[in-house]
Structure formats: C-alpha cells, structure tokens
C-alpha cells in the first residue's frame, strides 16, 4: 500500500436475503438461497427467481424520503446508498459512480411516450440529486463485469483526480426483457443453479443493489485495492475465451499491479454463473494463473446471476470474508464439472488471509479480475 | 420439400443476415456450421427460434439443433416429420 | 513532469459524412443509417461479413475504429489499444427493437442475436474482435460528450501503464439520430491530448 492507495472502509447490499450486510452474510454462511419458483411472469412458467419484496421496498423507503416519485430500481439504489453517505459530509471532492447493464428498463413496457429515466444519465442523476452530489455522477455499463469494474473505476479516479470520496453503487432488477433474453439464449437453469459442477444447466436470474464507500483514509476494517484488470477476450461476443485469454490477462494485471503472488491469495470470489461455457472458461483462467490451489467460491446460487450488481454484490460479501478469515463455500456445488482440478470451497471454513481476489466476466467478450488486501489494525 | 429447402434458403438468409448470399450460393448438403457457410453459436440459436416461429416445432432439449441444423437437408427433413405449422 | 501524450488520429462520423483528422473522408446520400453504413462498408472495402449482424450502434463504432486504425499502419503485435467509449443512450435503440419483440405474448419469439445487443459495451467487443485487442475496455454513460472525465481516464490508463494506447470515443445511436466522435491517443502525434483541444476538436 502506498500514499495513493484507496480503500474500501464501508459498504452495504440489498438482496432478497436481506437489507444489510450482516443478514446477507450470515445467510451465506447458512448455505441460504434467494432463488424460489416465481409465478410472476406469465410467460416462463414456474421460472426460479431472486426477488426483493415489493413491500419492504417500499416501506422502508417511506421511512427515508416523503416522495415516492422513485422508480423501484431508484428507490433500491437509494436505499443501499443511504446508510454509507448519511454521516458523510458530500463536497465538490466527493463523486458517484453507478453500475447497472439495464437501469430502469421495464419501463419500456408501459411507455407510449420514453420516460427520461431510461436513460441511464438521468437514472444517476436522480440518484445524485436525492443525496445532493455537486458532481457529475458516471455510469458505467459494461455487462455483468460492471460491479467490478465500478470499483476499479473508481479507485483510478482518485489515483488521477483531486476526488477524495467515491460512492459506487450498483443494481439491476429481475425483468421480463432479461429473462426473456436469457431463455432465448437457452441459459436459464430449471433449478437452482450448479457453479462448476459436472451436472450445471446453466443460470438462475436475480436481483439486488450494492454500494461501496471509498477513500484515501486508511483505518482499521478497511480493505485496499491493490490490483485491478480489465482485459477483453477478442474472440466472441457471446461466449467466453476457450483459453480464457481475456480473463488471464486481467488477472495478470492485477497481480502485477499488486506485486503479490496466486499462492499468497486466501480465496477466489469468481464468476461462476453455472454455464457450460463460463465456468470451463474460467477454470482454464485459474489454471493458467497458478490460482487452481486457492479455493473458488460462486454466490450465484446464493442469489442468482444479479447481473450489474453482481460484481459489486459478491465484492462487499467476499470484503466482509476476508475480514472474519472465512472462506465462504459455493452452494449449489456437489461434483467438479470442468476440466481443471479448482477447489471449489464446500463449507465454511476459517483461514488466516491477507488478500482475496474477486473476477467476473461477461457479454461482449469482458473480464475483470480486483484484488483486495486486509488492513491491518496497526496499520 | 424443394419448395420447403428454398424458403430454409431463404429465410437463413434473411433472418441471419447473411448479406451477398443468394440461395444459388447455398447446396442443399453444404454444412452449415464450420467450414461450409460458417454460422456460429448465436446462428444456432436463431434457428431454434425459427423452428418454433414458422414451423412450430420446439426442441426438447437444444443439443439436437446440432445434428437437425447439419445443412438444409437435414432441416428440411426434420420439419418435414416434425412441423405443426 | 507529467507525461505528455498525443492525439495519433481522429475522426467524426455524422450526417451521412466523415471526416478524418479535419478532412472530409466520406459523404453519401444515403436515405438512413443502415444504407449509409452499408456503402461505407464498401468503400472501405472491409471483407468482414459479421457485420451485417451487428446493431446500429456497434457498425458505427466499428467502422468508425476500422477507420482509425487501419491508417497506423499497426502490426499484429500492436494489439494494446484500449477502448474506452461513452454514448447518452446505451443501447436503447436496440433495446426498443427487442421489447418490441415480447410485447405480442400471442407471437412471442425473442431473438437472440437481438438480444446480445441490448448492452452497450457490445460494440467494444466488436472492435476487440476485428483487430484481436486484448485490451483494457470501460463502455461509459454520460447525459452529454464529458471531455475531462475520458481525457483523464484515458491518461491514467497510459501512465498506469495499463495500456499502450487508447482509442476513445463518443459512439451514440438512436432512432436514426447518431454521432461519433473517436480518436486515437499514443505517445507521438498530431495534436497534443488534452481535454481543451479534445472538446474543441468534437465540437467542429
């Protein structure tokens, strides 16, 4: 760590499993799954869904701000965001990041006329105004690497820029224009999903926000980012790397940004999405990095595939592992089913570490891979 | 199933976008994947739309696109056993 | 001192005409996007059938790259170009075609190939594809062109070292409205990159 590292000293989620970090957690550690039969779209029977309650959505939105002139996905992000910027005072130094593939695009459904907030600019400025921003908010929208990369977004403005406070958030919803994409693209599992095992069928879709804190104040519980990567495959806009090129080489930077080694990294936070393809694709990655003796966890069975919260999502939880020295274990998971010897964590278990690496990869052929390091108390 | 080879033809063209390609371009035996007129993965699976749009025909289980899907042939033999449409 | 860097190579794509560094390169008056970008094709004599899958928004970013790139004169091994790329819409315009396609629930068949281009960060991958960029890549959101942000973020990847290159952009498509806007930043060239002459520059 040096005079320009930036860290991570808070963050939150909502997922069906909870409104805060620590019921999200313990549920993992519980082996809990959001993923249940939803009967809410008429047009994909029985299809398994992470859902967020509408009503507790809403309620506890009521107890934040008087207007309910929010759409759901905002109302989400806000609430994420709420408890990690209200003690904070927000200057002309302090810039939001939003991550997020498809912002408020079930509003397409209903539209004759096209609501501002479908776009994505004015989705983050809503967003930013709720809480008083001075800055131009970014957006980033990179497919499912997007939760990630807003961290390492993030963390390079405030290595090149005078910013000294960045808040990312991140979040998409469960829609019938995903799932219906992903079906037609013959992706969605008909049960819960199955990372890396012999007998995956492919996905389950879910939803949930994420929102992180960053700065350059180092104090206790806090964790920096190292090393950050994010490198394209170059070979297909769908599906992943046979060699998994793009995802070696964002790992690679990382690692040579962070000047650490595989060996010294305590877990794998990956990917894992439960496809044929993805998860061979990204065992061929590990591999290549001399990674395959480090434990792999996925939290997509935990929640489902959350898209642009995903990264961001499975970030927080894996920040809060690596401060209890826990390595969480991969539901879903019961036989390897790909072609390089990974561990795939199966239970809890406790593990002294310093470093854990988080990856993921997406449509448009992405990667990216960050790499975070505990602080120490003395620090 | 000349007539029904055609309109494979020509329908793979145009929901493909398979541009400067006439149906003279396709034999019925030319393999449709890999080295013949190289369709990829996401061809695959518009054709697994397509069965269903204007044939009515739904895979049980998407691998036998890859033997159904061989050339127009095979499709053209396969919706003629198969199609509800 | 901090480094300096340089604009190697920009051009405009808008209103059936590019321009190249300053220069006309090409005007058509072709009816709509999909005619315009289908004789720009063939100008440029690009032997690359997929394009005739992709979307709107990523044949304008691919030709607009296809452009750029081809006068550098880079080799195979030059491959460290990263894409950095912003536009107001995302991919709305094909997102708009693709909840078109499930709005009949009596005749609802959803295409894939349509469907792989409702992200925005699609037309990078087109780009990595063509000219195998095993790069750095961020696709953006911003309500206008935000010249500081993508100057900075675009420097930062340079002197981080994280790539040897940038092509940076502005690529936005919708409904038959479009504008792009991509430059090629490296060690030597034309102008110097800043975020002054790069506004100055997508304004003209």
């Not at chain 3, 091994?77 to 107001?88: H, K, Q, T, W, Y």
């Not at chain 3, 953006?140 to 973020?153: H, M, Q, R, V, W």
Request: proline fraction near 3%; charged fraction near 25%.
């Amino acid at each position: 760590m040096t005079k320009n590292s930036v860290y991570i000293s808070q963050t939150n989620c909502i997922t069906p499993l909870g409104f805060d970090v620590t019921s999200n957690f313990e549920a993992v550690l519980a082996g809990k799954s959001a993923i249940k039969l939803s009967e809410n779209y008429p047009m994909f029977d029985a299809v398994p869904l992470g859902e967020i309650s509408n009503d507790e959505i809403n309620h506890r939105f009521t107890e934040i701000s008087p207007s309910q002139d929010y759409s759901r996905l905002e109302k989400l992000l806000i609430l994420a965001l709420y408890p990690i910027i209200k003690e904070k005072k927000i200057t002309d130094k302090s810039i939001l990041i939003l991550s997020t593939t498809k912002g408020n695009i079930t509003l397409l459904q209903n539209s004759e006329t096209i609501v501002s907030t479908v776009y994505l600019g004015k989705l983050v400025q809503k967003v930013a105004d709720f809480f008083g921003f001075k800055t131009e908010p970014i957006v980033v929208s990179n497919a499912c690497v997007s939760g990630v990369l807003a961290l390492s977004v993030a963390k390079r403005m405030m290595q090149f820029s005078d910013y000294d406070q960045a808040f990312v958030v991140a979040g998409d919803e469960v829609s019938e224009f995903v799932i219906s994409g992903f079906n037609t693209f013959q992706a969605l599992s008909a049960k819960l999903c199955k990372p890396y095992d012999k007998n995956r069928e492919g996905i389950n879709l879910g939803e949930a926000v994420a929102a992180a804190y960053l700065s350059k104040e180092k104090m206790a519980k806090n964790v920096a980012i190292i090393g950050e990567g994010s490198v394209n495959d170059a070979n297909h806009i769908s599906g992943p790397s046979r060699t998994g090129e793009g995802l070696f080489r964002s790992m690679q930077s990382a690692f040579k940004e962070a000047e650490i080694s595989p060996e010294q990294v305590g877990f794998i936070s990956s990917h894992g999405t439960a496809t044929i393809y993805n998860d061979e694709m990204e065992s061929i990655a590990f591999e290549r990095m001399n990674l395959h003796r480090v434990p792999v966890f996925s939290l997509k069975a935990n929640f489902g595939h959350t898209l642009g919260a995903s990264g961001l999502l499975e970030s927080v939880l894996s920040i809060e592992a690596l401060h209890r020295d826990l390595v969480l274990p991969s539901l879903g998971f019961q036989e390897l089913g790909v072609s390089k010897p990974l561990i795939i964590s199966e239970k809890v278990q406790s593990k002294k570490m310093n470093y854990c690496l988080k990856t993921a990869s997406g449509f448009g052929g992405c990667n990216t891979a960050i790499l975070f390091e505990k602080v120490k108390n003395n620090g | 199933m000349a007539n029904l080879k055609e309109e494979l033809k020509t329908k793979i063209i145009e929901t493909l976008n398979l541009e400067d390609l006439t149906i003279d371009d396709i034999a019925d035996d030319d393999s449709l994947f890999g080295d013949g007129l190289g369709l990829d993965s996401i061809d695959a699976l518009e054709l697994i739309v397509l069965m269903d749009k204007d044939y009515g025909i739904r895979l049980a289980d998407p691998k036998e696109g890859r033997t159904i899907f061989t050339s127009i042939q095979t499709m053209a033999d396969y919706i003629t056993a198969n199609r509800t449409k | 001192m901090d480094k300096v860097f340089h604009i190697a190579a920009h051009l405009t794509i808008q209103n059936n005409q590019i321009n190249l560094n300053g220069e006309e390169l090409y005007e058509s008056n072709a009816e709509d996007f999909i005619s315009f970008s289908k004789e720009v094709y063939k100008y440029l004599e690009i032997d690359y059938p997929k394009f005739f899958k992709m979307d709107n928004l990523s044949k304008l970013a691919f030709l607009g790259a296809e452009i750029l790139l081809r006068n550098q004169g880079l080799n195979d091994s030059d491959n460290d170009i990263a894409l950095v790329l912003a536009n107001r819409s995302s991919s709305l315009d094909t997102d708009y075609k693709y909840q078109q396609s499930i709005a009949d629930k009596e005749s609802y068949y959803p295409s894939p190939a349509v469907f792989v281009y409702t992200l925005p960060n699609i037309c990078i991958g087109e780009i990595s594809i063509r000219h195998k960029l095993y790069s750095e890549n961020t696709f953006f959101i911003f309500e206008s062109f935000n010249a500081a942000f993508l100057t900075n973020y675009s420097t930062h990847l340079l002197t981080s070292r994280k790539a040897e290159k940038v092509l940076m952009g502005w690529v936005e498509y919708f409904q038959g409205e479009y504008k792009a806007f991509m430059c090629l930043i490296a060690e030597e060239g034309l102008e110097v990159f800043n975020k002054e002459i790069i506004k100055e520059i997508y304004t003209k």
